[in-house]
């Protein structure tokens, strides 16, 4: 009996990429590239390890199989609002997106995932117009989809800016 292997080849950037779309509260979506995203999952924010002395955004230490890393509330970083409320009650699970830049691994804390979305890169137009400059920093651009903008996240931006020093 002969059995053959299934060879796939990459998809050339030119024809699109897969994104994991999520909001981030206040009408705002964004999409991340998948080849950042390693899991989502829901946890209580009181299994966070709080760190002393750090800024409003990082919401603490979180173990993730035989990993440490940063749980950040990524709508906080951006200024474009926070987690709301209700979801630090101890019973209430946060949507959370662990990302992974390199060696760097962190957990981004949204407030509703989607799931994923394809597009092409030529549809990524500049998102000037249509974000603060502290937002606009972390962003490659955006792209317009059935009346929607969706802002395209730029994850290297966030692990290399200043307000994302603190490394576990």
Known sequence: MQSSAITLRPIPDRLGQMYLKFDLGAKISVVVPMT????????????????????????????RQGQVMWVIDLANLLDVGGI??????????????????GSTSFAIAVQ????????????????LSHATARFSHYLSGCVLQKQEVLFVLDAEAIVQSPNFQPQA
């Open 36 to 63: 950042y995203v390693r899991e989502a999952i829901s946890r209580s924010l009181q299994q966070l390890t709080p760190m002393p002395d750090m800024p409003s955004y990082v919401l603490g230490l979180m173990h």
């Open 112 to 127: 509703h995932i989607h799931g994923s979305i394809w597009f092409p890169a030529a549809d990524i137009q500049p998102s």
């Open 84 to 101: 709301p409320a209700p979801i630090h009650s101890p019973v209430s699970a946060q949507d959370l997106l662990i990302l992974r830049v």
